[in-house]
């Protein structure tokens, strides 16, 4: 099940579930440093009321998926930390989100995997298109994000600026091509979510 919501119809136990679940993830595995940390959830500056965020729960009703959008017409995580990786033109556009925060539970494996990494695709694309807007920027290392780039099997993704160093790493920011609603029922019928009742919550 795909979860979209915003702070005004967000439920207590949805966003501690997002948020420990990036806990878990950035701060207990890959001990990111500067990150602020209440308890068992992870958050940051940038979970406010303009963010949209996506969770995906296993049948069980664990959460084993996420992610954050953030409209590029007010300050979003990367122009405001990393500009420089933006190149000479910051985007600034309500058809373009900061997809930020994504989270695939690293305890699952092979197809389990591989579909909560689907819905939490499926769920950002819809929630996109919802809002008017078609294109997301992500912000990682260059090992991760760099597989996208060129790749004719799937939504390509487009380098905004150079690769630069942090933390010792390969950065990247990308942008995704326009999606479309084309693009979004054929990822849903590819991975066989197109039935009624995939997206419990979907906020405009």
Not at 16 to 24: F, G, M, P, S, T
Not at 28 to 55: C, K, T
Not at 91 to 111: A, C, F, H, Q, W
């Amino acid at each position: 099940m795909i979860e979209i919501f915003t702070f005004k119809t967000i439920s207590a136990a949805s966003f501690h579930d997002q948020a420990r679940l990036r806990k878990d993830v950035f701060i207990d595995q890959y001990h990111w440093q500067g990150v602020s940390q209440h308890e068992d959830m992870e958050f940051d500056q940038f979970d406010n009321p303009r963010a949209h965020y996506i969770l995906v729960r296993d049948r069980y009703g664990k959460a084993r998926g996420c992610c954050r959008l953030l409209p590029t017409t007010t300050p979003y995580m990367l122009d405001t930390l990393w500009p420089e990786f933006l190149g000479n033109k910051i985007p600034r556009s309500p058809k373009i989100y900061e997809n930020s925060r994504y989270v695939v539970d690293p305890r699952l494996t092979g197809s389990d995997w591989k579909e909560v990494h689907a819905l939490v695709s499926i769920g950002y694309m819809e929630c996109l298109l919802n809002m008017g807007a078609d294109q997301a920027i992500y912000f990682g290392q260059l090992s991760i994000l760099g597989k996208g780039l060129g790749n004719k099997r799937s939504l390509n993704f487009i380098p905004l600026g150079d690769v630069l160093q942090l933390d010792g790493e390969d950065h990247i920011a990308i942008i995704t091509e326009p999606i479309t609603q084309d693009y979004l029922q054929f990822a849903k019928r590819v991975h066989g979510e197109s039935e009624p009742g995939i997206i419990e919550r979907l906020v405009a």
